[in-house]
C-alpha cells in the first residue's frame, strides 16, 4: 500500500525504473569501493546438472549441492535441510541487494532533483 | 415458416412428367390452410374477416402488392412475452386463446424468442449508451494505467554475463 501510494501519488516523479538496472555509476559515493561478486558454478557444472536457466545467477553453487543432497538421500529430504538452508539464505541475501539498489537509485533520483532544483533557482537569481 | 411453404408450393417438381405432383408434408404445411386471394368487393372482404375470426373493421388486409399474404390479415404484432402472464388463456405456452388470429411471423414472437412489444424501464437507446458508457470506462481505465505498473521495491535479478561486472554492497578489500 504504502510503496502504491508512494510509487503514484507520493513521488512518482523519483521512482526508478525497475525494468532496468542502475543508471548511476555503480561505483559512486563508495569511498572503499565495492567488492564484486563471484560466479562460484562454472558453465560447464551448471550444464552438467541440468540447472533450469532462471537458477543460474550468483547461488547457482548452492542450487547444485541442495540438488545433489536431494538426489542422493530422497525420499528422506529432511536430511538435506543444512543445504537447503544455506541456498535460500543466498536467495534472501540476493534479494537484499536488489532492494538496496533500487533504494541507492532512488536517493540518487532525489539527490538529482534538488541539485537540478538548485541550479535553476540560483539561474534564477542571476 | 409460412414463407418456406409457400416457397415449396411455388416450386414445379419434375417438370418433363406431366400430370404428376408431388406433395410433401413441409412443415406440417396443408394445401387447405393457404390464404384465398387478396378480396376486391366489400362481401370478399366480410367473409374473409369471419374466416379469420376478426370484425369487419378490424380486418386489414396486407397491400397487394405482389409481396402480400392474400387475404390474411394485417396484425398488430405482439409478443407472447409481453402479454399477460397472470390470465387464463387457452394456451399458456403462447399465450393464445383458441380461435385467436395468428401473426404470419407468429414463431418468432413466441415465449422464448424475440420480445418486440415488451416495455421496459430503460429504452435501448439508454441500454446501449449505458452499455458503451461502462465500456468506455473500462477501456479507458486499461489503456491510460496500463503502462503504470504496481511493483515492489527491487531493481531487477542480476545474472552472470560476458563482461559485465556486478558488485555487492560489501567494501572491497
Known amino acids: 500500500m504504502g510503496q502504491v501510494y508512494t510509487q503514484f501519488l507520493g513521488e512518482p516523479a523519483v521512482q526508478p525504473d525497475f525494468t532496468k538496472g542502475p543508471t548511476f555509476d555503480p561505483l559512486y559515493g563508495f569511498p572503499e569501493g565495492r567488492k564484486e561478486r563471484q560466479m562460484l558454478a562454472t558453465p560447464e557444472e551448471m550444464e552438467s546438472a541440468q540447472l533450469p536457466l532462471k537458477s543460474r545467477d550468483y547461488c547457482a553453487h548452492l542450487a547444485i549441492q541442495s540438488r545433489a543432497c ?34 541507492r537509485e532512488r536517493r540518487l533520483l532525489e539527490r538529482a532533483k534538488r541539485k537540478a532544483a538548485k541550479a535553476a533557482q540560483e539561474e534564477e537569481e542571476e | 415458416m409460412a ?12 417438370q418433363g412428367l406431366g400430370g404428376v405432383q408431388v406433395t410433401r408434408a413441409a412443415g406440417g404445411w396443408n394445401k387447405d390452410w393457404k390464404p384465398g386471394p387478396y378480396p376486391v368487393t366489400p362481401e370478399e372482404r366480410a367473409a374473409a374477416a369471419r374466416k379469420y375470426g376478426l370484425r369487419l373493421e378490424d380486418y386489414e388486409p396486407y397491400p397487394d402488392d405482389g409481396a402480400g399474404y392474400g387475404d390474411y390479415p394485417k396484425l398488430p404484432i405482439v409478443s407472447a412475452e409481453s402479454r399477460d402472464p397472470q390470465r387464463n388463456w387457452d394456451f399458456p405456452e403462447h399465450r393464445r386463446d383458441f380461435g385467436e388470429p395468428i401473426h404470419p411471423d407468429f414463431d418468432m414472437y413466441g415465449l422464448d424468442r424475440v420480445n418486440i412489444s415488451g416495455k421496459f424501464r430503460f429504452s435501448t437507446q439508454d441500454q446501449l449508451l449505458s452499455f458503451l458508457a461502462v465500456m468506455a470506462t473500462f477501456l479507458g481505465a486499461y489503456y491510460y494505467l496500463d503502462d503504470q505498473k504496481m511493483h515492489r521495491p527491487v531493481l531487477p535479478k542480476q545474472y552472470p554475463q560476458e563482461g559485465v561486472v556486478h558488485y555487492s554492497f560489501e567494501p572491497a578489500e
Open chain 1, 70 to 103: 536431494r538426489q542422493r538421500v530422497w525420499p528422506l529430504v529432511y536430511k538435506c535441510g543444512h543445504e537447503k538452508h544455506a541456498y535460500l539464505n543466498c536467495q534472501y541475501e540476493d534479494y537484499v541487494m536488489r532492494m538496496k539498489e533500487y533504494e
Open chain 2, 3 to 14: 414463407a418456406l411453404g409457400r416457397c415449396l408450393l411455388k416450386t414445379k417438381h419434375l
